[in-house]
Structure formats: C-alpha cells, structure tokens
C-alpha cells in the first residue's frame, strides 16, 4: 500500500474502534464491522439481538445507526471526509452501511466537541438533580437530532405524566413476561469478563422519580446509591421517524447519537430509554405526545448529573467486534 492508502486504512481501523463506546439496548453490541483497507463495513449481529424485548431488530438497528454515527465523527474529527452508503445491498439486510474514504476534510468545531464527548458519555442511571436544563441547551439537542434524518420532540411539561404512565406499564408488561424475565436476567449476570450486558452494579435501585425507568435488578444484586434526587430538572425527548423501516432505525440511531454527544458537550447527563418503545401499546401511546405523525423510536432522559462519576459501560475487547480479514 501507498502511504496514503495506509493512512486510510488506519484512520477507518480506529474509526471501528471508536464507535465501539457507542450505546446500544441492554448493552449488546450488537454489530460486527469489517475494516478493509478501503472501507469500513458495518453489519448487524443477529446473534446478538433480544429476541423478546427486540423481535423486529428495531433497536438492534438504532444500536448500529448510534455505531455508525459514532465512526462518521471520529473520521471527521481526524480530518477524513467520508462517504456513507447505507443498506448498500437489499441481498444482504445485515449489512448496514458501507464507509469510504472519499478525500481530505476540515473538522468543524462540533464534530471535534463531539469526537472528545464520546470518550466521555457514560449512561447515566442515577436521577438528575433539581438544576433546570436551558431551552437553549434543549433547543441545541433538538437540531443534533433533526440534522440526522430523524425527529426530535421535546417532551412538554404538561406531557411527563403521560410519558410517566407509559413507563409504568410497559415495566409491568415486561416484568409479567417470563420470557423477557428470562432475558433480562441473561444481559444482567453476564460474566465481568465478557464486557457486555448490564451488570447490576451500574444500575439504581427503584426510587420515586418523575418518569420511572427500567428496573434492571428486580431478582436482587448490587446497584449504585441513588442518592436523594428525583429528575426534578430533567427533561425527555423522544425521538421518532417518518417511516417504520430498517433505513428510518438506522437514521434514529444516528440521531440518537448526535443528542447524546451533544448533551455530552452541554455538561449535561443523559441516559436512552427505549423500555417504553419495546412495548406496543407504550409505544402507541407516545405517537399521541407527537406533534404530527410518526413513529416513535427511542427516548432520551438528560440532566445535570449527581457529584462523581457513573459506574463506566463495560465493552467486549475490540477484535471480537472487528474483523479484518479480507
């Protein structure tokens, strides 16, 4: 290879390396990228998807699209200008995107803050502290998202308790389910070697909050002290699409990826919640807090975040995710 070409060859390597620290459902990972000296391919890992709380692959898909966008930023902020084809071949569905290198590109000062914020977004469990977030900062979160494809609705004060309600249920719901119990308490008690799942010891025991979320360790195990916060400045997004398709996950994953990232760069906490969307009546529920129609994907919880830091996300080492074997 010529020096430029190992340059390339190097910067898509780390790009995959990077987009490893992105958020995905219950911590699965669930993508395998193949790092080619010319490009970076992102596929789906089936066997890496919740068969219950995830039939469709929908969120498996805004795990990858959270991936994806993670990349195209640390290509941006390295100075790379990329060329992004998504779904690139309706004969193979697991492939999801297909990343080249297209030539040389000056990295705005967004896509820098938002290459340093991945290194530190962590989600945040623990309940956000009474500080209010400005309509300026929730104003900037909604335009990260809508410059990825997707929608982002500010959920309105008037419209928690509804947002609160469907937490309720949906966590009832699931928990009623032996199958999702079953699944649960797989991604939960992983081995803390394998650097995946959702140890217990990074979630917060149930305590009164404005919007519930998802009870992590209702089987018992070490969870961190939520501390006396109850989201009282916290705000909700949800983010939704036009359309119920492969292309419109992959979208709302990139999106998702750009609010957290800038929540990140606003010294903001922020945490997906994605419980309510995993149930269809929830799910339904939330399309009656949009301003038009639409398909609601994910939610977001963002706020300022308790004194010290969250426990970190595990991850699986890098070579079991990336591939580069011709």
């Not at 469907?166 to 699931?174: D, H, I, N, S, T």
């Not at 081995?191 to 992590?216: F, K, L, M, Q």
Request: glycine share 8%; with cysteine.
């Amino acid at each position: 290879m010529t020096a430029d070409e190992t340059i390339s060859a190097r910067a898509l390597y780390d790009a995959a390396r990077t987009a490893l620290a992105a958020p995905s459902i219950f911590n699965t990972q669930p993508w395998r990228w193949h790092a080619a000296p010319d490009r970076l391919r992102l596929h789906a890992d089936r066997q890496r998807q919740l068969l219950t709380a995830d039939p469709q692959g929908r969120l498996l898909t805004v795990s990858c699209g959270a991936a994806l966008h993670h990349a195209r930023i640390a290509l941006a902020a390295a100075g790379h200008q990329a060329d992004v084809r998504e779904l690139p071949d309706p004969a193979d569905p697991d492939l999801l995107a297909d990343l080249r290198i297209a030539g040389v590109h000056e990295p705005s000062l967004a896509e820098l803050q938002a290459c340093a914020a991945i290194r530190r977004r962590h989600t945040d469990r623990r309940p956000f502290t009474t500080q209010p977030v400005a309509e300026a900062t929730c104003r900037a979160l909604v335009v990260a998202g809508e410059l990825e494809h997707a929608h982002v609705h500010l959920v309105g004060v008037e419209q928690v308790g509804v947002l609160a309600l469907a937490a309720v249920r949906a966590g009832a719901l699931q928990l009623s389910d032996p199958d999702y119990r079953a699944e649960l308490a797989d991604w939960t008690h992983r081995p803390p070697w394998s650097g995946e799942g959702v140890p217990t010891a990074t979630t917060v025991r149930a305590v009164p909050r404005r919007v519930p979320i998802r009870d992590y360790a209702p089987f018992g195990g070490e969870t961190m002290r939520p501390g006396r916060d109850t989201d009282a400045g916290a705000r909700y997004l949800i983010l939704f699409t036009d359309e119920d398709t492969p292309a419109a996950w992959l979208h709302a994953g990139q999106a998702l990826s750009a609010v957290l990232l800038t929540a990140t760069g606003h010294g903001l906490g922020s945490a997906p919640i994605s419980d309510v969307t995993e149930v269809p009546g929830t799910r339904d529920e939330l399309r009656r807090l949009l301003p038009g129609l639409g398909r609601p994907q994910v939610c977001v919880r963002v706020g300022y975040a308790q004194p010290g830091l969250p426990a970190p996300a595990t991850r699986r080492p890098y070579e079991e995710s990336i591939n580069t074997a011709p």
